[in-house]
């Protein structure tokens, strides 16, 4: 299902000159599924930090909001209909982010800017902590859509998600901030070793009302880099889609989870066979300096070879009404 030829994304995360993280894992599927995405980099590396090295700069906010500043001297900012941020990295970022997105927001109150809160994973911060606060005071509230993983959900809502009910408040919770969409991307349940569930929850601003919902999907052996800027640029794009045909019904975000969910569970099967053909394995304890750069790479997204799964997924998935 193709983006209405309206649809303009500015998309504000990292950049890596090789492999798929950040922009380089949102871009394409986004311009894939028929967006027009213009992106501003937070950082510029020559590959993620999983590798032994890496080299390239962070970039301070003077040089995000100069780029946008460049685009509105030029009349570029007007036709913005998203907002899509990923990795920040630190506080003055995160400022930068609110001025754009409150200025894109000024131009098109009818914005919609979906915030992937890149916070950490697996009980480990990624950022400094004092950016917990921010995301949640600061950018939660210009926010049409939130894609936290279980761990970042968790530090946002200060709920531990252990079953659906949590989940649930945790979504609740994020309501409160005024996220009218909040996706759990991936949340690890008790009971539930080999299975991953996300966590929906779409609320009527005008009524109240929300639509809640869970999908499960098998938890793959492996190690996935990009995983989570891949998931938050499908979602986007597929409720980007799916919104202006269901208008006021609720429903149009558990669809575009299921579209979303049955791309990335294709592709990262995709990455796994091609890990276990080409032997790669994940040993334990391995750390940098340690790291042989054709293991490191083979946990990247298999995107390009896989692409026609996120225009035509074939694994199918259903969401489960949970209220």
Request: with cysteine; aromatic share 8%; net charge negative.
């Amino acid at each position: 299902m193709s983006a209405p030829a309206f649809t303009r994304v500015l998309s504000i995360q990292s950049h890596v000159v090789s492999g798929y993280v950040g922009n380089r894992a949102a871009t394409f599927p986004l311009q894939l599924l028929g967006h027009e995405v213009d992106v501003i980099n937070t950082v510029q590396f020559s590959n993620h930090t999983g590798y032994n090295q890496f080299h390239g700069q962070r970039f301070p906010a003077e040089h995000i909001l100069d780029l946008f500043a460049g685009l509105q001297a030029n009349g570029l900012d007007a036709g913005y209909t998203h907002l899509l941020c990923g990795y920040m990295g630190n506080s003055d970022n995160v400022r930068a982010v609110e001025s754009i997105a409150k200025q894109l927001q000024s131009t098109n109150p009818g914005l919609r800017f979906v915030l992937d809160p890149v916070l950490g994973d697996d009980g480990a911060l990624y950022v400094p902590e004092e950016l917990v606060a921010l995301y949640r005071d600061v950018l939660c509230p210009l926010a049409s859509l939130v894609t936290p993983n279980q761990f970042e959900a968790e530090l946002l809502t200060g709920i531990t998600i252990a079953t659906i009910d949590d989940a649930r408040r945790a979504c609740d919770k994020l309501h409160e901030l005024g996220i009218p969409n909040v996706v759990i991307t991936s949340a690890q349940l008790s009971g539930s070793e080999n299975v991953l569930h996300l966590i929906g929850s779409e609320m009527d601003t005008a009524t109240g009302n929300s639509d809640q919902f869970s999908i499960e999907f098998p938890r793959l052996d492996g190690y996935f880099t990009g995983s989570g800027d891949f998931f938050a640029a499908l979602t986007m794009a597929r409720h980007a889609s799916l919104a202006p045909q269901f208008g006021t019904r609720l429903g149009a975000l558990a669809h575009a989870c299921e579209l979303a969910t049955a791309t990335q569970a294709g592709i990262m099967e995709a990455t796994q066979e091609y890990q276990k053909a080409t032997g790669i394995s994940v040993p334990p304890n391995l750390v940098r300096g340690t790291r042989p750069s054709d293991m490191v790479r083979g946990f990247e997204l298999r995107i390009i070879p896989s692409q026609s799964l996120i225009t035509n997924p074939t694994k199918q998935f259903t969401a489960t009404r949970i209220k």
